[in-house]
C-alpha cells in the first residue's frame, strides 16, 4: 500500500538544536548498573553503604564513588543513623528522581 506524505512548499533549515543536557546528564547517571541498582536498592529506605555493598557483591569504596555521583546529581542524600551515630545511611530524594524521569521523558515522548 502507498502512502502519500505531505509535500512542504520549503525546506525548513532555521531549526536550533534542541537543548539535551540535562536529559543526557540523567541518562548517564542511570546507564550505569551499579548506579542503577543503587537507586532500585533504596527505593525501600534508607542503607547503610556497607550493606549495598553486600547486596550488589561490590567493595564498599566503589559503592562510595557511585553514592557520591549520585549526591552531587542530588538523587540522593546522606543522614546519619539515629542508633548508631557513625554510620551514614543514603536514602533516594524521590522528587528529584522524579524529576530526572520527566527530563528523560521530554526527549522519549
Known amino acids: 500500500m502507498r502512502v502519500d506524505l505531505p509535500m512542504l ?3 525548513r533549515l532555521d531549526y536550533a538544536p534542541p ?9 548517564a547517571l542511570v546507564s550505569d548498573e551499579t548506579r542503577a541498582r543503587i537507586l532500585v536498592l533504596l527505593k525501600t529506605g534508607p542503607r547503610c553503604v556497607c550493606e549495598m555493598a553486600a547486596a550488589l557483591g561490590a567493595r564498599e569504596n566503589a ?27 543514603y536514602e533516594r530524594d524521590e522528587q528529584a528522581c522524579l524529576a530526572a524521569l520527566l527530563t528523560l521523558g521530554d526527549v522519549l515522548r
Open 19 to 27: 537543548d539535551v543536557a540535562a536529559p543526557l546528564a540523567a541518562a
Open 9 to 11: 512548499p520549503d525546506l
Open 63 to 89: 559503592v562510595s564513588n557511585h553514592l557520591a555521583k549520585l549526591r552531587d546529581a542530588g538523587l540522593v542524600r546522606a543522614v546519619r543513623g539515629s542508633a548508631d551515630s557513625r554510620r551514614i545511611y
